[in-house]
């Protein structure tokens, strides 16, 4: 028996990681868990809330409802991780130092990993973003694009850690992104995609970590000397979204 909710969460999860509970299982009832542990409703409630905001539980309502095991996918380690950066006020030259190397090696594991499908569709996007700059689409479109892109090279590395952590990535620098409108040559931008998406074609691992770096650098210095020098942070470019 126990009486903080943190360690009914430690021992739930516990559960769940040893299979105990498999995906799919229901735990015991709100009662049954307050017997369990010698908690109280309150206890137990803000544990399951926390288990259920790390994607471990559902917890459905109704005459067939209940607390239900699930298996968290790479959205729900993205929020916790964009939580986690905003509510450190990690700013933009901390994303700079971090970025450039985790894309390019996602790019290089990419190129090693990929399907020839995959491939195709690596370059398929990388002409989108060519054919759309080309165009004239607005800085924004543009973004929405680039994002895409990195965030299935991310995916093709077939690790499911740098997916999720992608995903995070891109969500808390799309606002830096967005406020480079003006100061980025798209017609380069697009070059620099193109260079990663034939590397990865190629099945060129070591092209593409080097196209892939040499792209992510130089923005990610653009984006310190823009953001900074308009006294933004990552919380306010974000709510140009």
């Known amino acids: 028996p126990v009486r903080s909710f943190d360690d009914i969460v430690l021992q739930i999860e516990t559960a769940i990681g040893a299979g105990t509970f498999p995906v799919g299982d229901k735990l015991p009832s709100e009662r049954e868990l307050m017997k369990v542990f010698g908690a109280s409703r309150s206890t137990v409630r803000e544990a399951l809330r926390l288990l259920e905001g790390r994607d471990l539980i559902q917890i459905r309502r109704g005459t067939k409802g209940g607390v239900f095991v699930t298996e968290p ?118 070059a620099e995609l193109l260079a990663v998406a034939t590397a990865i074609e190629r099945a ?12 992510v650098g130089s923005n990610s210095a653009l984006e310190v000397r823009v953001v900074e020098n308009q006294h933004l942070e990552l919380n306010d470019t974000a709510e140009t979204k």
């Open 73 to 190: 996918d790479a959205r729900g380690v993205a929020s916790a991780l964009e939580s986690l950066v905003r509510f450190r006020s990690a700013g933009v030259r901390e994303l700079a130092e971090f970025r450039p190397d985790f894309e390019a090696e996602n790019a290089r594991l990419a190129a090693d990993r990929a399907t020839t499908e995959d491939r195709a569709k690596v370059v398929e996007l990388a002409r989108e973003y060519q054919a759309r700059s080309d165009a004239g689409a607005p800085w924004r479109e543009l973004v929405e694009l680039d994002l895409e892109l990195h965030q299935l090279i991310a995916s093709l590395s077939r690790n499911e850690i740098r997916t999720a952590i992608s995903l995070g990535i891109n969500r808390i620098v799309r606002g830096a992104s967005l406020a480079l409108e003006g100061a980025v040559d798209t017609a380069d931008e697009a």
């Open 204 to 215: 060129d691992p070591q092209g593409a970590y080097d196209a892939m770096m040499a792209h």
